[in-house]
């Protein structure tokens, strides 16, 4: 059986957005059960969950074999033994390890340097300038993307792979200031995998959590 590390809450502006949404999405695609081990955000910092997670995060996975951390890692392990995830020749299987870590390492820290600054530091003067650095640099690497992708469905051997499902995950992120529909078939491209049956049962899985927890707001 796998067990999911994840929270009990988050402010709604995280809701759908914390990154067990992966994990529990590519066990879906995968068609594999799991449990749910739930903390709150003063237990992230007990010692218990540092031994599991250094930097206080979620998710933390645990199988019959292992136990591991950052949610591209997990994805990955989860993805070796899923023919749903992972095609079965080795250059295929390569192609898709490498867009599994550009989805992580050339794509999300340009996402996450635009996004974040816009939740949590909109308010501070260096703010609009910086915002506007970080657009331009991200626009370049999504311009590059959308450059791959004309003319595929996905990003290799055209069929949904763990791949794919990193970069949605990441890609969702721009919908919400609209930044995604600026480029039309990055967001066809990611509506394409968000629309899998397995994305919404795992958007339930942690959506349920968070409403059957919601006395537990954080003040």
């Keep these: 059986m796998q067990e999911v590390t994840a929270y009990t809450w988050v402010p709604d502006f995280a809701q759908g957005f914390v990154k067990d949404l992966r994990v529990r999405w590519a066990l ?33 996975f645990r199988d019959d074999e292992a136990e ?3 949610s591209g890692a997990i994805v990955l392990r ?18 898709v390890v490498s867009w599994a870590f550009a989805a992580l390492n050339s794509v999300e820290p340009f996402v996450a340097n635009v996004t974040g600054t816009q939740l949590f530091h909109s308010n501070e003067p260096w703010a609009v300038g910086y915002l506007d650095t970080a657009r331009a640099s991200l ?8 450059g791959w992708l004309s003319g595929r469905t996905y990003l290799e051997a055209e069929r949904f792979t763990a791949a794919d499902l990193l970069m949605a995950s990441v890609l969702r992120e721009l919908e919400r200031d609209g930044t995604l529909a600026r480029f039309p078939d990055l967001e066809t491209y990611c509506q394409r995998c968000v629309s899998r049956p397995a994305f919404g049962r795992a958007m339930d899985a942690q ?13």
């Excluded at 033994?81 to 020749?89: F, G, N, V």
């Excluded at 959506?207 to 003040?219: G, H, K």
């Design 68 to 70: 591991l951390f950052e």
């Design 28 to 60: 879906e695609e995968a068609g594999r059960p799991y449990t749910e081990r739930l903390i709150d955000h003063k237990q992230k910092l007990q010692a218990e969950h540092l031994a599991r997670q250094p930097f206080a995060q979620v998710p933390v």
């Design 139 to 146: 626009n370049q690497r999504l311009a590059r993307l959308s």
């Design 207 to 219: 959506m349920r959590v968070f409403a059957a927890n919601e006395p537990e707001r954080i003040t």
């Design 78 to 95: 989860i993805a070796e033994t899923s023919k749903a995830l992972m095609p079965e020749s080795v250059a295929a299987r390569a192609r």
